[in-house]
């Protein structure tokens, strides 16, 4: 970290301290993005399968008609 600059120069190590927080903001903002991307994309598709069924008569499909804590429920013994 220490010769870290343009041709070996030192790089104060204060400088990068202050730098990392900001590093960490755009990381963080970009994966919030991509996992909010996808839920809305999925919350999209999930309405759209329910408006379709609803409108047609037909049963909601199993996969997500199944409630995924049924799944996880296990014998309390």
Request: hydrophobic share 40%; glycine share 10%; proline share 8%.
């Given at each position: 970290?220490?010769e870290?600059?343009?041709?070996?120069s030192?790089v104060?190590?204060?400088?990068v301290?202050?730098?990392?927080p900001?590093?960490?903001?755009?990381?963080?903002?970009?994966v919030?993005?991509?996992?909010?991307?996808?839920?809305?994309?999925?919350?999209?598709?999930?309405?759209?399968?329910?408006?379709?069924c609803?409108?047609?008569?037909m049963?909601?499909?199993?996969?997500?008609?199944t409630?995924?804590?049924?799944?996880?429920?296990?014998?309390a013994?």
């Amino acid at each position: 970290m220490q010769e870290l600059g343009p041709t070996g120069s030192r790089v104060p190590v204060g400088t990068v301290a202050k730098a990392v927080p900001f590093v960490g903001v755009f990381i963080g903002a970009g994966v919030n993005s991509a996992v909010l991307g996808r839920v809305a994309a999925d919350a999209q598709r999930y309405c759209q399968t329910r408006f379709l069924c609803d409108k047609y008569g037909m049963p909601l499909p199993t996969a997500p008609a199944t409630d995924r804590d049924d799944d996880l429920q296990t014998d309390a013994t």
